[in-house]
C-alpha cells in the first residue's frame, strides 16, 4: 500500500511513512512513529505476515504488531528472546533466544500462540540468521551450528 516500516535497534525505535506521488516526485510522509518500549528491532528485521508485523523488540519480548502501530500482543512474562533471529514459515513462526532455545509460535494476532520450544544450541550469543530449506532449519551461536529437522516427513 506504499507504506514501508523502518525499525531500528539502540534506541532509534520503528516508524510507519506512507510514500505519496505527486507530479513526478515522491515523498514521505509519517503514519506512526514508536519509541524503542513498544517496537524498535536491535539485531534483525521484522517480518510482514497478513497485515502485522512480529518482531523483538528492546526488552525482549516477541511483539505482533497492527499496522496501524498498536501492539496486538506480546510473549509472556519469562518468554524472552533477547537478541535472537527468528523467520516466517507456513504461517508460524521460529524463533531463537540467545541461549539457544528454539521456539515455535504461531503467526496469528489473535493472541501469544506458543505451540514447542526446544534447546538446541547451549553455548551463547544465538543471534545468526535462521535459514530453512526442505524441513531442516540451521541455526547457530558464537561456537557451534545445528541442522534441525523441523518439517513434516
Known amino acids: 500500500g ?18 505519496q506521488e505527486q507530479n513526478g516526485r515522491f ?8 519509541e524503542p518500549e513498544v517496537f524498535g528491532a536491535t539485531q534483525h528485521t521484522p517480518v510482514l505476515h497478513a497485515n502485522h508485523l512480529y518482531g523483538v523488540r528492546a526488552d525482549g519480548k516477541f511483539v505482533c504488531l497492527g499496522l496501524d502501530g498498536k501492539v496486538v500482543w506480546a510473549s509472556d512474562s519469562g518468554q524472552q528472546f533477547g537478541l535472537g533471529p527468528f523467520l516466517l514459515a507456513d504461517g508460524l513462526l521460529f ?43 540451521i541455526a547457530r551461536d558464537l561456537t557451534r551450528m545445528v541442522c534441525v529437522e523441523v518439517g513434516q516427513r
Open 95 to 137: 524463533a531463537l533466544n540467545d541461549s539457544g532455545l528454539l521456539r515455535l509460535i504461531e503467526a496469528t494476532p489473535e493472541k501469544y500462540v506458543l505451540l514447542a520450544q526446544a534447546q538446541i544450541l547451549k553455548g551463547r550469543e544465538s543471534w545468526g540468521p535462521l535459514a530453512l530449506a526442505e524441513g531442516r532449519l
Open 27 to 34: 515523498t514521505a510522509q509519517p503514519v506512526f512513529k514508536l
Open 2 to 19: 506504499g507504506r514501508i516500516f523502518f525499525s531500528g535497534g539502540y534506541n532509534a525505535g520503528s516508524l510507519m511513512v506512507q510514500l
